[in-house]
C-alpha cells in the first residue's frame, strides 16, 4: 500500500511506500512537486532524511540516471509514463524497481503497471494476470475500491490518500 502525497502528511503511517512527485527546478534541484515547481517547492533532500521508503514519481524524463545515484542509499521504487526513463532506468540500474503509469497495461521493460483505477476491470486484471504483469493501481480513495483491490490476489499495490484505510482493510483481511 502506497500513501498518494505521502510526505510528510503519511510519515511513519505504516504505508508500505510514500508516494512523492519528482521534478527539477530552475537551479536543477530535485523538488516535491505535481505540476510546475515553485520556488517554496520542498526539496528532495528533505525528504530523504527521514528514512521513508519512497514511491518516486517521476513527471520529467531526463534527469533518471542523475537522480537513481542521488537515492541510491534509500528505499525506493519509481514510477513514470515516459517509457524512454523506465528503458534508462533498467539499463544502467537493472536491480531498481520501476513501474509504467498508464491508463492501460502495457508490456514493457517496466517491473510492473501502476494504471489509473478508473480504467481498470476484470478484464484489465485478466490481461495483466496472463502476462505475468505486476499490477499497482492509482489512486484509489473509495473503501469499496479499496476492498476490492487490496483483496484481489491480481493487485500487487494499491495507492491510495486513505492509507489509515487501506491499512485497516489489509489488516482485517490477515
Known sequence: MIAHDGYPRWLNSG????????????????????DAPKPDS?????????????Q??????????????????IEFVV????RESIERIKE???HVKAGLT?????????DFVALD???????????CAEHALEV?????????????????ERVAAVITNRPDLALRIRSDRS
Not at 498508464?102 to 517496466?110: C, D, G, K, V, Y
Not at 499497482?136 to 484481489?152: C, S
Open 136 to 152: 499497482w493501481i492509482w489512486t484509489v480513495d473509495d473503501p469499496a475500491r479499496l476492498k476490492r483491490y487490496i483483496n484481489d
Open 42 to 54: 520542498l526539496r528532495l533532500t528533505q525528504v530523504l532524511s527521514s528514512g521513508a521508503p519512497l
Open 117 to 127: 483505477q478508473r480504467y481498470v476491470d476484470d478484464g484489465v486484471l485478466a490481461f
Open 102 to 110: 498508464r491508463t492501460t497495461p502495457e508490456l514493457s521493460t517496466a
Open 15 to 34: 504505508a508500505d511506500f510514500l508516494e512523492v512527485d519528482i521534478r527539477r527546478n530552475g537551479h536543477g534541484e530535485f523538488v516535491l512537486a505535481h
Open 56 to 73: 518516486l514519481d517521476l513527471k520529467e524524463s531526463g534527469y533518471e540516471v542523475e537522480l537513481m545515484s542521488y537515492v541510491r542509499n
Open 79 to 82: 514510477t513514470t509514463p515516459h
Open 92 to 94: 544502467r540500474f537493472p
